[in-house]
């Protein structure tokens, strides 16, 4: 272990008919699982450095399937640079795989959740919404560099990835830093092929599975963020701010509006936890 | 991360149905899960550190069964002194828990499975077969202290523990050394309530799921372990010798004898890989 840097420890699941549909291809399984473990270390500003995984298959699994899941799953960690230490494997009455990683510490510590500040400024990496119609959470991007960057250079008070939608993954951050957030809808970037629609925002609030990063700058540093080209190069973009007042207030040009209605119940999602 | 001591990472799985029957009681398993993944740092002589778990389970698992899983879980995590320090939860097809766990390393460094020398003695904790007919296979004890005094005291030059018979194990400690072995039957320490039937020794080598520890030591330092009373509490016995020619011989009285038949095939077992 490096010396004086700290260890993040973070643990995820992928079962078939739950996070994918039950004819996912098994390299599409691979790359969710370690990119959602991924995510999450992104999320802490934190740098991976090495994963354990384990497959739990149904015997009738072929073992050409199983090779292609592993090569994936290795190939993956290859352009991550993150070292597959081990794993286990077993059979099982579903397929059901989980990845552990561990990463060293952000040098400034890691964001969290709880350290937002009424007046910093909430931004997002990439862009959000149509993830699950589009096919691209499948093929999640973890935004490491990213987070790293937002953690250390750009000094952010807190930070998550959006996993399940911006609509159900903000009032944890809200909640855990005793704070509320205004977010205005038409500050969204929205993924390509979304209009300003009704639709759109939903989606782009309550759909879920972007993994992208949503954190609470101070607005100075926030600036300095906006402007960072290696941040724009995955596009970095304010959504709002956060108020002392709690509560998350959805604004249409400027006027409070109620969220957009989600109805995002992906019969293999849904039943997340 | 205390200074300047190597981290020791390892992951195991319980699917039910296949390592429990599908009617044992979550308490059962989740002692079942923790004792597995401590076992692996038993036999490396290592010091648990901290555990991440995940459950997977049915939608149809009312959430008492989880809970009773969950609190068997921090129980038995907090008997053995090793703190959970978080985990995740997914519906899936089919219950499937895992968890990884990090270790100190012994001060000695890691015994391994390579480091078994011609002359080694052979040493075995606790008492073998049964488990599996007795329920014990659902309560095993990780043989923590005794892993470490035989690695750091003791100086084991390889240990591992046997989750699936020695029959199948000691040849994967052979291999690894490049060495071979002759064990003598009669030298086994049986479970209570076998006698010294071919029955009996077949479970013993054969039936598996015992977590006790197998260790090879230089006969001197051997010695000194089968007289030292923090070993002979839990029991430890050798059972016999590593050779320099290849391969697995069992001795009956001095004669060579064919492996007792094992034939144990649990129906919820076999299928482990």
């Known amino acids: 272990v490096p010396r004086g840097r700290a260890l993040l420890w973070t643990t995820d699941q992928v079962a078939l008919g739950v996070h994918a549909r039950a004819d996912a291809p098994p390299e599409a399984l691979a790359r969710k699982l370690l990119l959602r473990t991924l995510s999450d270390l992104a999320a802490a500003g934190a740098q991976p450095w090495a994963v354990l995984w384990t497959i739990a298959a149904p015997r009738q699994r072929p073992l050409a399937y199983l090779r292609r899941l592993a090569r994936a799953f290795l190939a993956e960690a290859r352009r991550h640079r993150v070292a597959v230490v081990g794993g286990d494997c077993t059979t099982a ?11 060293l510490e952000a040098r400034r510590g890691t964001p969290g959740r709880s350290g937002a500040r009424p007046g910093d400024v909430l931004l997002v990496t990439g862009r959000l919404g149509d993830a699950v119609r589009s096919g691209r959470h ?6 490491l560099a990213e987070g790293r960057l937002l953690a250390a250079t750009h000094r952010a008070h ?6 399940d939608g911006l609509a159900r993954d903000l009032p944890r951050l809200l909640e855990r830093s005793r704070v509320g957030a205004a977010v205005r809808l038409e500050s969204l970037p929205l993924a390509a092929g979304l209009s300003g ?3 759109a925002f939903a989606s782009a609030i309550g759909e879920g599975e972007d993994y992208e990063l949503l954190a609470a700058l101070a607005p100075a540093d926030a600036r300095r963020a906006l402007a960072d080209a290696r941040l724009r190069r995955c596009g970095i973009h304010a959504i709002g701010r956060i108020t002392a007042a709690r509560g998350l207030l959805w604004l249409k040009d400027g006027v409070a509006v109620p969220a957009p209605a989600a109805g995002f119940s992906h019969r293999w999602r849904g039943s997340r936890t």
């Open 138 to 143: 499948l093929r999640p991007v973890p935004r």
């Open 197 to 199: 629609s009704q639709r």
């Open 158 to 163: 807190a930070m998550m990835d959006l996993s």
């Open 93 to 103: 009455r579903a397929l059901v795989l989980t990845c552990s990683a561990l990463g």
